[in-house]
T-cell receptor
Framework: TQLLEQSPQFLSIQEGENLTVYCNSS?????LQWYRQEPGEGPVLLVT?????EVKKLKRLTFQFGDARKDSSLHITAAQPGDTGLYLC??????????FGGGTRLMVKP | NAGVMQNPRHLVRRRGQEARLRCSPM?????VYWYRQLPEEGLKFMVY????????ESGMPKERFSAEFPKEGPSILRIQQVVRGDSAAYFC??????????????FGPGTRLTVL
């Protein structure tokens, strides 16, 4: 069973600060997906990265997939209170099942 | 274009009763996945189905749990003789018929099961 370590678990920052969330594994994934989950709702897809070394940008969010496809990071620039939520990384295996990290609970204070 | 639909959104059962959770995938999607999220934990894979076939049930408890995805109608996750430890949020996801890496899964809003 592949494992994904996500860090940090909790992050509380002030509006305007930058932050990075990390997702690490000793195993290779065919692709990696980042989701955001609000309380009482299902995960909402932010991005899928497939190619080693790939970088994708979504407004103030920058996602990177490691060259070896074992790790990924999510960087948020100038965080806003609306960014508050649970961020989940999930690695896709050959059989299509997703292995989720434990999540990073982000709080951005105004 | 409706997303993944799950019902009920909330389900309360007493110990020993049966729970039936339904999932309708996005239009055009023929792959369905069920995940369980315990309080304050990440999502854990349970089962992967295609129409009329269970592809991977490695994450499903061996007893009391079953899943199906019939030719017509929604996918059903069935939990017999529920116990308090079954209380969790159960999420369904679907993906289209594609091959190769990057098959994105789209999640429903979940069913929150509470066992009294």
């Amino acid at each position: 069973t592949q494992l994904l370590e996500q860090s940090p678990q909790f992050l509380s920052i002030q509006e305007g600060e930058n932050l990075t969330v990390y997702c690490n594994s000793s195993s290779v994934f065919s692709s990696l997906q980042w989701y955001r989950q609000e309380p009482g709702e299902g995960p909402v897809l932010l991005v899928t990265v497939v190619t080693g070394g790939e970088v994708k940008k979504l407004k103030r969010l920058t996602f990177q997939f490691g060259d070896a496809r074992k790790d990924s990071s999510l960087h948020i620039t100038a965080a806003q209170p609306g960014d508050t939520g649970l961020y989940l990384c999930a690695g896709a295996e050959a059989g299509n099942m997703l292995t989720f990290g434990g999540g990073t609970r982000l709080m951005v204070k105004p | 274009n409706a997303g993944v639909m799950q019902n009920p959104r909330h389900l309360v059962r007493r110990r020993g009763q049966e729970a039936r959770l339904r999932c309708s995938p996005m239009k055009g999607h023929s792959h369905v996945y069920w995940y369980r999220q315990l309080p304050e934990e990440g999502l854990k894979f349970m089962v992967y189905l295609q129409k009329e076939n269970i592809i991977d049930e490695s994450g499903m408890p061996k007893e009391r749990f079953s899943a199906e995805f019939p030719k017509e109608g929604p996918s059903i996750l069935r939990i017999q003789q529920v116990v308090r430890g079954d209380s969790a949020a159960y999420f369904c996801a679907s993906s289209p018929v594609t091959s190769g890496a990057g098959d994105t899964q789209y999640f429903g809003p979940g069913t929150r099961l509470t066992v009294l």
